[in-house]
């Protein structure tokens, strides 16, 4: 049997093909449910969609089923349908599974998953950080200061504290330096945790080896990309992040545009970091090498992305030969 399950964030719906690819069952149920259907059908084969809350789904059905994760856009690329309803989509999930072309999404490990949950927790509680900081310049627009003031730091912290502002604004701004507190007390606690996990683990403990990547860098950077053994070459691992450029040809024509930014930001962004800490604090001369090449041609954000696209590839053959970060060229 094969069965396509378009999931929400409380139901799915089920649609179900027998060999011969005829429609036996429809039916929607809660997420909860999903393991009577698996149980009914145990021994058949189930397609979903990468969605966000699709791990717990995929681990319950996974006990009676073979299932396969499919990528998002790329099965819409290929569905045969304009049509977008919950029963039209598991439809033809189930019409693509009994095809046997499906475009299947990377499932990661449990360990991998707890990983993300940490980086993607500090990150959420950073954000949350800023965006009360965020409030608190709008606090002091309101009431005509046009003074630059980091809540975080310390100087602008005293420059806070001592101000006078009429109510409610004064309220509010203890309140806001209140949660600022509280975020802080605990993004040092996940700080706590994600060294904890960073030394335990062999691939980040390679990764730190690399000048410029923290134990948090480390960790982002695991976590994002995934086991180094499901990519054959460097250059997949480039693509995955986003860092490999954008080429179009037409005829004689060939343009070489920006980086394709696919994949996830987060270590993009953590790369270029490690990138700028290398080169401008740490000295690293390989990086710094190719860097300064690259910046003299172009500028300076060209030469930062291309640095991190070289890193990469570093950090590819790092990682596929469980070696320390050792580049060619330099000398000791």
Known sequence: MFLGIDIHKREAQVAVRNDDGDVIEQVRVKNTDLEEVAHQYAGGEALLEATTNYFYIYDMLSEHLDVVVGHPPKLKAIAQTDKKTDRVDAKELSRLLWLGSVPESYVPTDEIRECR???????SLLEKRTSF??????????????????PL?????????ELSLPAPWNGLLSSYLSVIDTLTEEIEHLDERIEERAEGCRETQLLMTIPGISHYSALVIYA??????RFDRAKEVVRYVGLNPVIRESGDSR?????????????RWVLVQAV????HTVGDEYLSRFYNRIKRRKNKQKAAVATARK????????L????VYDPPGVTA
């Open 117 to 123: 949950a940490l980086v993607r927790g500090r990150i």
């Open 133 to 150: 900081a965020n409030k608190i310049h709008a606090l002091l627009l309101d009431n005509g200061i046009t003074r630059r003031v980091k």
């Open 153 to 161: 730091g310390v100087k602008g912290r005293a420059f806070l504290e």
């Open 224 to 229: 994002e990309i995934g086991e180094i053994d």
């Open 255 to 267: 343009f070489v545009g920006g980086i394709s930014k696919n994949g996830s930001g987060k270590v």
């Open 276 to 279: 700028h800490s290398a080169v």
């Open 311 to 318: 890193l990469v590839v570093s950090i590819y053959h790092m």
């Open 320 to 323: 596929d030969r469980g070696e």
